[in-house]
């Protein structure tokens, strides 16, 4: 008996399949799979380019993972031993210099990603995954360090930590949009760069302050995410010396949570040079445009006297 397929309008009969695989010398399970086999590489190669990871794509997918694992750290050995009253010092120390570290290497995976994509490629989806990335490990993270922070400090009011918290969550949020809208000119960003940001938030709170004056930093780092100072862009000598401090201060949290000899006076000062410079590069690149803005004055009154 012979069935006309209605889809493919191609005759069938029994048998037909068997004997075509004892012709070509395969049984029907194995003709199987070689049409599986078939239908996978269509299916690959159909899959649009937009969809397929690239290796910066790799690199940013770690950024994220790095963020997550912070947030992890911060809760299983800062906040429930705090609730539970199961506090060693040692072991909190330790799991928030691991959870600092990993904000770290989420930098360092933010720095790399977009070196790799410029010099090979990037998917269709790196800004995105990028944006996405961010929001995790220069947003969450910090802000549930915040969190955290205003729940086991003994001078620390729980309810305003938590809106300084989700002041700079908002802000890194904010941040990004607006990047992702907007075009300034190469080789700057406009407003503290999220891993900065973020860094110097933690920092601040690594310095054990007082609780106003810790909060009230907070907040200010939290605006200069969002303002319009201008910031240079890490390439070349400066992704260079970036990249050295990060690995510096991965040693100095190291030694500080390992109890190592002067390791808190170490992270004090590693902490008290990342505040110090969140607040100085606003300063320069504001006197830097002040005196670009009188030398355009200057050559337009020379213009307008010759």
Same mark, same amino acid.
């Given at each position: 008996?012979?069935?006309?397929?209605?889809?493919?309008?191609?005759?069938?009969?029994?048998?037909? =399949?068997? &004997?075509?695989?004892?012709?070509?010398?395969?049984?029907?399970?194995?003709?199987?799979?070689?049409?599986?086999?078939?239908? /996978?590489? =269509? &299916? &690959?190669? /159909?899959?649009?380019?937009? %969809?397929?990871?690239?290796?910066?794509?790799?690199?940013?997918?770690?950024?994220? %993972?790095?963020?997550?694992?912070?947030?992890?750290? #911060?809760?299983?050995?800062?906040?429930?031993?705090?609730?539970?009253?199961?506090?060693?010092?040692?072991?909190?120390?330790?799991?928030?210099?691991?959870?600092?570290?990993?904000?770290?290497?989420?930098?360092?995976?933010?720095?790399?990603?977009?070196?790799?994509?410029?010099?090979?490629?990037?998917?269709?989806?790196?800004?995105?995954?990028?944006?996405?990335?961010?929001? !995790?490990?220069?947003?969450? &993270?910090?802000?549930?360090f915040v969190v955290v922070w205003g729940m086991v400090a003994n001078d620390a009011h729980q309810r305003v930590s938590v809106v300084a918290a989700v002041v700079v969550l908002l802000a890194v949020v904010l941040r990004l949009a607006r990047f992702s809208c907007t075009t300034v000119r190469d080789?700057?960003?406009?407003?503290?760069?999220?891993?900065?940001?973020?860094? %110097?938030?933690?920092? !601040?709170?690594?310095?054990?302050?007082?609780?106003?004056? #810790?909060?009230?930093?907070?907040?200010?780092?939290?605006?200069?995410?969002?303002?319009?100072? /201008?910031?240079?862009k890490p390439r070349g000598r400066l992704a260079v010396a970036m990249l050295g401090w990060i690995v510096l201060s991965m040693g100095l949290l190291a030694a500080w949570a390992f109890g190592g000899p002067g390791g808190e006076l170490l992270l004090q000062t590693g902490c008290a040079l990342q505040?110090?410079?969140?607040?100085?590069?606003?300063?320069?690149?504001?006197?830097?445009?002040?005196?670009?803005?009188?030398?355009?004055?200057?050559?337009?009154?020379?213009?307008?006297?010759?």
């Amino acid at each position: 008996m012979t069935v006309i397929d209605p889809d493919t309008q191609a005759a069938w009969a029994p048998g037909a =399949d068997a &004997a075509r695989d004892e012709r070509d010398g395969h049984d029907g399970r194995g003709a199987h799979d070689d049409r599986l086999n078939v239908l /996978e590489d =269509d &299916a &690959a190669e /159909e899959m649009p380019l937009s %969809t397929r990871l690239s290796i910066a794509d790799t690199l940013t997918l770690g950024n994220a %993972t790095c963020g997550f694992m912070a947030v992890y750290f #911060t809760t299983t050995g800062v906040l429930i031993p705090h609730l539970t009253g199961s506090e060693d010092g040692g072991m909190t120390r330790h799991s928030a210099a691991t959870a600092v570290v990993l904000m770290l290497m989420a930098s360092v995976f933010d720095l790399f990603d977009g070196l790799v994509a410029r010099k090979l490629r990037s998917s269709a989806m790196g800004a995105e995954l990028d944006n996405l990335s961010d929001l !995790i490990s220069f947003g969450l &993270a910090p802000a549930y360090f915040v969190v955290v922070w205003g729940m086991v400090a003994n001078d620390a009011h729980q309810r305003v930590s938590v809106v300084a918290a989700v002041v700079v969550l908002l802000a890194v949020v904010l941040r990004l949009a607006r990047f992702s809208c907007t075009t300034v000119r190469d080789g700057v960003f406009q407003g503290m760069p999220g891993p900065f940001g973020a860094l %110097t938030v933690v920092s !601040i709170v690594l310095l054990g302050l007082p609780f106003v004056p #810790t909060t009230l930093a907070i907040l200010g780092v939290a605006w200069l995410m969002v303002s319009r100072v /201008e910031y240079p862009k890490p390439r070349g000598r400066l992704a260079v010396a970036m990249l050295g401090w990060i690995v510096l201060s991965m040693g100095l949290l190291a030694a500080w949570a390992f109890g190592g000899p002067g390791g808190e006076l170490l992270l004090q000062t590693g902490c008290a040079l990342q505040v110090v410079l969140g607040a100085v590069i606003p300063l320069f690149a504001t006197f830097r445009r002040v005196n670009s803005f009188r030398d355009s004055r200057r050559e337009a009154r020379a213009a307008a006297q010759s």
